[in-house]
Structures are given as structure tokens and as C-alpha cells.
């Protein structure tokens, strides 16, 4: 397992940025395939946004789509997810999951057996 760091959260005005990092340690991240969640209260843990360790191919959610860019940088064991055009609708706990097994992104939180403790996010005037 990874060990997974989140940061960059806050609070924002409607129509700003944030930029979350996920720091790992544990491991050499080149194969992981790495996802973003977040979490409103009453409501279920959703996928945001995944980048495969097998292709690196970058998939994200329909409600994030040109707004939201998934990265990462190997060399500094870190993921990052920038969110521009923010929306009270994106406020939530977000956080940063990884697993070796996964070949291509999922959804599913229960694919992913690595999970940082989060970071909330508040979009808000």
C-alpha cells in the first residue's frame, strides 16, 4: 500500500481555482493507478477523476470535464488535480486514492486499496 497525503484545499469563491496535491511514499508510483473522490455530506464517495498506471490515460466525471486536469509528477511521488471554474456544486471532501492491481480507471471506490485522509473543498460567496 501507498501512503497518501491530500492537500490544497479551501474555501473559494464561485468561478475560482484550487490545486489539490497528493503526495505518496511507500512506493515508486510509475504503475499505480491513481483516482480523485470526493464526498458531500449524504452523499455517496464519487469519482472524479482517475489516471490509469497502465496507459496513462486521463478519465474524469461528466460534471468536471473541461474544468477539472488530473496530473502527476513521478520524479516528486505526487498527483495533482487542478479545478478551475469552481462551483458550489464541487464543494465536498476530496480525496486522493491509488492501487497496483487496477490496469484501468474505475469509479469504484472499492477498487482502490490506498486512500489519503482528504481535504475538503468549499465553494462558496
Known amino acids: 500500500q501507498l501512503r497518501l497525503v491530500e492537500s490544497g484545499g479551501g474555501l473559494v469563491q464561485p468561478g475560482g481555482s484550487l490545486r489539490l496535491s497528493c503526495v505518496s511514499s511507500?512506493?515508486?508510483?510509475?504503475?499505480?493507478?491513481f483516482a480523485w473522490f470526493r464526498q458531500s455530506p449524504g452523499k455517496e464517495r464519487e469519482g472524479v477523476s482517475c489516471i490509469s498506471g497502465y496507459d496513462f490515460r486521463v478519465s474524469y466525471v461528466d460534471s468536471v470535464e473541461g474544468r477539472f486536469t488530473m496530473s502527476r509528477d513521478v520524479a516528486k511521488n505526487t498527483v495533482y488535480l487542478q479545478m478551475d471554474t469552481l462551483n458550489p456544486e464541487d464543494t465536498g471532501l476530496y480525496y486522493c486514492?491509488?492501487?497496483?492491481?487496477?490496469?484501468?480507471?474505475?469509479?469504484?471506490?472499492?477498487?482502490?486499496?490506498?486512500w489519503g485522509q482528504g481535504t475538503q473543498v468549499t465553494v462558496s460567496s
Open positions: 511507500g512506493h515508486a508510483i510509475d504503475y499505480w493507478t
Open positions: 486514492a491509488a492501487d497496483i492491481a487496477l490496469h484501468s480507471c474505475s469509479t469504484i471506490a472499492a477498487h482502490f486499496g490506498s
